[in-house]
T-cell receptor, first 110, second 114 residues
Framework: QKEVEQNSGPLSVPEGAIASLNCTYS??????FFWYRQYSGKSPELIMS????GDKEDGRFTAQLNKASQYVSLLIRDSQPSDSATYLC??????????FGTGTRLLVSP | DTEVTQTPKHLVMGMTNKKSLKCEQH?????MYWYKQKAKKPPELMFV???????INESVPSRFSPECPNSSLLNLHLHALQPEDSALYLC?????????????FGDGTRLSIL
């Protein structure tokens, strides 16, 4: 059974802090991992992709992957109120499917 | 603005109506997807087209009928829908057919069934 697990939150952090979002997945064969940001009433927006163990940085975002632990995370440095959104973890399932976690709602307070 | 364009943005229809949702991308992507998203839930895959051929149908009821007229266009034909079909319908595209390729979403069509 395909499972991608996320804490639904809300995760509340003050402006300027680091927000840490976590995701676990059940399929050891998964090779591709994505983080999407979704504002209320809007569509998902791709913010990070990661394929290899370790860290990948893009601006204020860092994605971390540990395939042995079946764990992927997203760090947001210097969090801003505009980062308040739901963050969806997505993992490939087989050749063509993406399976999404239920999302973590992030609230950044000024 | 996204590079995947969906029309209409909102649609209200009765259970006996026939309507179509449209999706267009000009990024040269060869895989296109339809997802359904209910409030506070993640997107759920409905259909995958790869090189204009239907490659995945996630056991979607026949009242939803996809069509891919060419590599840039994807339609979803709707007929005899039920109130529980009210949702945000998302189109996405990716460069290739593997799930390793990032998928880019359109803004979606918010569908309400009366």
């Amino acid at each position: 059974q395909k499972e991608v697990e996320q804490n639904s939150g809300p995760l509340s952090v003050p402006e300027g802090a680091i927000a840490s979002l976590n995701c676990t997945y059940s399929d050891r064969g998964s090779q591709s991992f994505f983080w999407y940001r979704q504002y209320s009433g809007k569509s998902p927006e791709l913010i990070m992709s990661i394929y290899s163990n370790g860290d990948k940085e893009d601006g204020r975002f860092t994605a971390q992957l540990n395939k042995a632990s079946q764990y992927v995370s997203l760090l947001i440095r210097d969090s801003q109120p505009s980062d308040s959104a739901t963050y969806l973890c997505a993992v490939n399932w087989g050749f063509q499917k993406l399976v999404f976690g239920t999302g973590t709602r992030l609230l950044v307070s000024p | 603005d996204t590079e995947v364009t969906q029309t209409p943005k909102h649609l209200v229809m009765g259970m006996t109506n026939k309507k179509s949702l449209k999706c267009e991308q000009h990024m040269g992507h060869r895989a296109m997807y339809w997802y359904k998203q209910k409030a506070k839930k993640p997107p759920e895959l409905m259909f995958v087209y790869s090189y204009e051929k239907l490659s995945i149908n996630e056991s979607v009821p026949s009242r939803f009928s996809p069509e891919c007229p060419n590599s840039s266009l994807l339609n979803l034909h709707l007929h005899a829908l039920q109130p529980e079909d009210s949702a945000l319908y998302l189109c996405a595209s990716s460069q290739g057919q593997g799930a390793g390729q990032p998928q880019h979403f359109g803004d979606g069509t918010r569908l309400s069934i009366l």
